[in-house]
Each structure stands twice: as C-alpha cells, then as structure tokens.
C-alpha cells in the first residue's frame, strides 16, 4: 500500500497504476463556505441525455496546452492574441460578469471558484495526460529490437487504436461531466465566472491523479461492477437503517447525515428507502462527478467507461486494459419512476458542499440529527477525537452512529499535518468517554477499495463496522460548537 499522499506533493510515478489508495483528503476541496448544491425531492425535470462533448483533436501536437484550462462558457468570439506568446495560443479577451443581484462576494467565494475551476481544468486534462502516457508506452514498443519484436504476440497499431479510442471516450464522458459543472456556481455568477483564466492555476500532479481515481470512484459507487464493494460496506449501513425504522411512511422524519460521501450512491439509496438523506463532501473532484451523476444521467447506462485503460501494470490478459464498464447502474429518474409504480415516495436527498468539521460544528447543528453514517470516511481526520464529539453532538439523544470502515489514517506519514492515530480499541474507548454507548461491537468486514477484479494487484481492507449511540437519557447539555 503506498503511503498516502501529503497535501500538495507530487504522487509516486506509479500512483494510479494498479490499485490506487483510497482517495482520501484534497487540496482541492470547497472550503468553510458551505453551499446547498442540490435538493432532489421531486423528479428531475425530463431533459435531453447529456451530449457527449467534443473531445480535442488527438494528434500530440497540443501538448503546449497541457496545462491551459479550458476556456470559460462567457468566452468573448473575438480573440486576440496574448502578447509575448510564441505559439499558437490564443487567449480570450476577458470580460468579467456581474454576480447575481443581491450577492456579495467575499475572498472565500472567490478563492473557492478559483479551486473549482483547477478541478475543471484538471478533468479537461484528462486527454492530454493519458495520451503523454500513450505515445510514452508506444514509443517503448517501437524501441524494441526487431529479434524481439519479432517474438511479440501483440498487434502493436490495434492495440494502441484500441488504447486511444479510450481515452477518447473517457475524455468525451468528462468533458460532459465539465459541461454540467458550470451550473454549480450558477447562483453566484449566472452569467459566467469573474474569474480571469490567467488567474486559475494549473491542475496539479495531485489534481490529476483525483481525476484517474474519480473513474475507478464511478465503478465503485454506479456500476453493477462496483456491486460487490458495495454490499460489503453499505449494505450493512442500509440493512441496519431498515432494520431500526421498518416502517417506510416513517422515515421522512429520520434525518441521516452521510460526511464524505463520495460520489454519493450511499445517501440516493438512503434517499431510495424514504429517509431524509444529507451527503457532506469536500472534494471537487467528487462533488463535480457526484453532481453530473444524480442530475444528468436519465437513463441507466447512459455511459460507458474505460477505467482500466490507463493502467499497464498487473494485466492478466491484454483486454483487460480495455474493459469497458457502463454507468449508471441505477438511475435517479428511473429510480423515482420505479418508486411511483409502487405509489412509494422518496425520501428527501441534499448535499453540502465543505469541511465536515466546519459546517457540522455549528452549534445550530447539534442535536438535529437521528443518525450519521461513516463508510471510509473517519480515517480522514486530522484529530480523531474531535470528528467523534461532532458527530455526538450533531445526534439527538437516542441517535446512532454508524461506521463501516478501515483505520488508514490518511495524515499518518505527513509531517506538516496532524494527524491523531487510534487503534479501534482506543476509538471505541475513547468514544464511550465522550458518551456514547456500544449498540453493536465492532465485527469484522474484508472489502477492497475502487478496486480493479481483473487485476493482478488486489488490496483487501478489514473494515470495522460498528453502532454507537448516543443514550436517550443525555440530558447534558449541548457543549457549546468551537467554530459556531
Ligand atoms: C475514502 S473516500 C470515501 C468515499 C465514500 N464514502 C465511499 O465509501 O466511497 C473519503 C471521502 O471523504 C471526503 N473527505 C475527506 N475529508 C473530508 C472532510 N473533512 N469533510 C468532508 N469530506 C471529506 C473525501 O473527499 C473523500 O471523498
């Protein structure tokens, strides 16, 4: 298992090769200013499939671009020339829109746009990235001696046809995934963005890498192939849930916290099963992916993916490189339609965008939820002890925690982070002196992570799923939030 990478720094060459880590914390992430991002109650609106984009040309002669972001929706026709530019670039005149009516903009706002649009820009990245990575990997081929090319039992030109036309398709599926982004910050900026393109940094190593793991994070979370990893880690979650409140009319009013939901799938089935169901993430990465998943796809399988095609290490056949992988499994409108057809409704689904331990610390927020719902997310604390008095104090007495996941503290090798490491036995100790008590003990799950089945590299995971709760008898009263 690699070491987790530290905030900032350049990941190891062969970071998304094989069996990546979890993608655990991000430099690029929406920061305190939480932003309700959606609300699905009713259906979404019938609206036409998301068209496919237009990927770039593919010819390698636009590695110059690399780290150019893409250009902005409110781009001006008439361009000129940036001065001093040698190439062929040409930047756009810029014009900066007006914010909405009514809204003020404050450095945070700024300074998370500025972060969204670095993740945009490393999605469009995606193609040049992979297709550097293509011409390096033919290139070696071609250098090989004709005595051992000679022996080669691969059809190097179909192999690498097959190789490109998959970064195709996954860059034309992210730059779908792009186009739907630009509506995210729609109630700040309607006409566009303020931000000057100059202004917007390049993606970096770390960006990227986001980028490769989101496919992986796709199969895992909205693809049948994901169905394992699935029911291993959130099927007890739900059965536990369906279990403690069975009668279905009921569970609108049971109001389930989900902090670092990814891309999302536990809380729509939560959602699916008639609770009221918030996500909390951080990521853009996530929260860019996880939006155009719940609110562009209308039909289940209205992609298909190549999340392998970047990986050369640990094939068993050639073809494995190229397995294709179609999502959604489920979707969101059919999913409702399915629902209507059984006159059941669903529940409620919202999603906050921020830092877990800033939005959930607010004193408004104690004492307002039945449950919380952890699936490898509690390993992401820099200090343990203070995500667990959050999440007792955000329950209502009688509320429960529940958690499936392993302990691989994601600051644990970082020097300049903090990072609290306790064994389980210590966590559910600790835990107990905050208040809680145990309502199942810790049992053990064995589960992989965004895994690749066909792959030669298989890292299996002992996760703890356990329920605390918080007594009904807390008549202590809420402690007052640090950060309200
Ligand atoms: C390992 S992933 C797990 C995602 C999902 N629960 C799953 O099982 O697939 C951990 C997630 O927590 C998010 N995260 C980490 N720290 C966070 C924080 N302080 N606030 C909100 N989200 C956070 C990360 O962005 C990441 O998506």
Redesign the pocket.
Known sequence: MPAPTKKGSVPPKNMYQGVPP?????PQ?AKGNQQQQQQQQQPPPPAPPATGGNPPPHDGKHAHHQHAPPPPQHVDPSREKAKGDTDSYYLPKYHPPAPAPGVEIDEDMLEDHVSFLRTVAAFHHYRSQSVAAWEMRKANFLKLQSQHKNVLCIDLDAMFKLYDECICRNSAFFESVCEASLELFMSYWPDGTTIARADIPPPTALDMDKVFSTLR?FV??WSAEGLPEREC??KPVLDFFEKMYPTRDARSAVKIL??????C??SVELAYRGFFAQA????Y??LIAGHYIQNHCFESKQHVIYPYCDNTCNLVNRLDQFAEVAIPDLCAAEALDDLRDQQLEFGELSMVA??????YAKEHQQRSWNAVA????ID??HNIIEYLQIIYDLLVPGGYWVNC?PLLY?FADSAEDMSIELSLGELISVAQKIGFAVCCPPSFIDTT??NNQRSMKQLVYRCAFFVLQRPLDDAAPAVAAATA
């Open positions: 979890p993608p655990y914390g991000n992430t994070q895992r979370d880690v959130y989900i902090p670092g939901a990814g891309l799938r536990l909390n993430e951080f990521s990465h996530m921020g830092d877990f331990t800033e939005v952890t699936v490898f997310f992401t604390a996941g994601h992570y965004t």
